[in-house]
């Protein structure tokens, strides 16, 4: 299955809320002949733009080879949602790696968010950045844990921006029933996710930076200097990284057995008024739960709900998207039961059997980030500047990543997506009976 163009058309972006509302960035010629750089980064998300912009900073000439659009992929279509901390548990990367490394990780996730915020204002990119988000717990049982989450967080790593909610304070934040407690979190946050993407896009070619659009990439050559070859020409570089998330297919096959694609689903209403919007979401942050097919959601600038969630398991997206989310939306918020929906959309993103993202070397010279399961709008930032850093010989950081553990998923090519069709869809029925 090519997942580039089985739901979507070449060199477009999907009629989703972001485009519609995206900042204007002229088209990017595709590559015609050949281009000498130092680096050619192959994909134009968040990673990759995040990388040729601080390999730009560092001196360095960079080609950025994108398939379609620039912010085509995950990081135009997600949920905008800047977590806190790594995508797994704290605790247990504590328990499976050891403090000083737990540690590590955590800083890491932090400074993730410090990168966005500071690339936001740098660049001023005009992406709706705001602060605070919401966990919930659907189970009362939960409640507890979640809330030991939070004050590890606050005891260990001296972070202060959580508040507990308890059942009765999480529905003055959020006008639902569906949740027992849960915390607020004013340290991460949300924005329009193709508009930052565009930004950086933006802020990159101000820097220097060649992006090449409609330039999909069929062969690099294993030793440097790399050959990287499109229908219409080659780069020639001394340095290629890999950024192609859920995208990746078969250009390196050892990356595309770490990093499976899935995809998930988003509907925009219509805008809600003002009252409505604020018996929503209080406070306007964010919000997700602790499923396993997390719901996900948040109004937009123009007070929309835009609700993420529901889950299928072809890589075809279903023909009906909002009969697919609407269900997940009006069990939270049976308020918007009449509530038209004017936008819906998928998009492919990768994850990784730890659900951790996977960093990993292919040759001296090669090198690759992606797997960020679900939680890559801050960490793609920072991958972008760790990659960087190793392609300038700076390594240790880069080497910190590379040493979480990871498996290729089981089955190999032909058996893998159906295994973990299989996986997933006893996780969802997990979720729907409230186990």
């Known amino acids: 299955m090519d997942l580039l163009t089985a739901n979507d058309r070449p060199g477009e972006y999907p009629p989703s809320y972001y485009a519609a509302t995206a900042n204007p960035f002229p088209h990017q010629p595709a590559l015609g002949g050949e281009v000498r750089a ?46 806190t901390g790594p995508r797994q548990d704290i605790r247990d990367l504590e328990k ?43 189970q009362a049982r939960n409640v507890a844990d979640a809330h030991a989450y939070a004050e590890h967080c606050r005891d260990v790593y001296d972070y202060d921006e959580v508040t507990l909610l308890d059942r009765e304070a999480i529905r003055q934040e959020l006008g639902t029933e569906a949740y027992q407690g849960g915390f607020l979190d004013m340290g991460a ?50 340095f290629v990284i890999y950024a192609c998330n859920g995208y990746m297919g078969d250009l390196e096959p050892k990356v595309s057995a770490r990093v499976m694609p899935i995809n998930n689903f988003i509907a925009a209403t219509e805008p809600l008024d003002e009252a409505l ?26 007070r929309r709900m835009l609700f993420g969630g529901g889950e299928t398991y072809s890589y075809r997206f279903p023909r009906d998207i909002p009969g697919l989310v609407r269900p997940r939306m009006e069990a939270v918020y049976p308020q918007l039961k009449k509530v038209a929906i004017d936008y819906a959309w998928g998009g492919t993103l990768g ?16 090198f690759t980030a992606g797997g960020y399961s679900g939680q890559g709008v801050a960490m793609t930032s920072l991958a972008g500047k760790v990659l960087a850093e190793r392609v300038a010989g700076q390594a240790e950081r880069f080497d910190t990543l590379k040493s979480l553990k990871h498996i290729a998923f089981p089955g190999g ?8 069709v299989l996986a997933m869809s006893w996780y969802a029925l997990r979720d729907r009976l409230g186990v």
């Open 96 to 138: 499976t790696y050891g403090p000083e490394m737990g540690r590590h990780l955590w800083e890491f996730a932090e400074e993730a968010k410090a990168v966005l915020r500071g690339r936001v204002a740098q660049h001023d990119i005009a992406c709706d950045l705001k602060r605070g988000a919401i966990h919930g717990e659907m």
């Open 38 to 83: 130092d680096v050619c980064v192959i994909g134009a998300g968040f990673t990759g733009l995040s990388a040729a912009l601080h390999l730009a900073e560092k001196g360095y000439s960079v080609a950025v080879l994108e398939a379609s659009r620039a912010g085509f992929g995950a990081s135009g279509r997600n949920g905008g949602q800047i977590a």
């Open 189 to 238: 946050g949300h924005l329009h996710p193709l508009n930052y993407a565009l930004g950086l896009a933006s802020a990159a070619l101000a820097a220097g930076v060649q992006i090449f659009e409609e330039s999909r990439v069929l062969r690099v050559s294993e030793a440097a200097p790399h050959r990287v070859e499109t229908a219409g020409g080659h780069v020639t570089c001394d």
């Open 413 to 420: 090519g032909a058996l893998r997506h159906p295994l973990l």
């Open 277 to 302: 919007a604020q018996e929503l979401i209080a406070r306007d942050v964010c919000v997700a739960d602790s499923q396993f097919v997390v719901n996900y959601y948040r109004l937009s600038a123009d």
């Open 351 to 366: 994850i990784t059997a730890s659900r951790m993202p996977y960093f990993d070397a292919l040759g001296p010279t090669r």
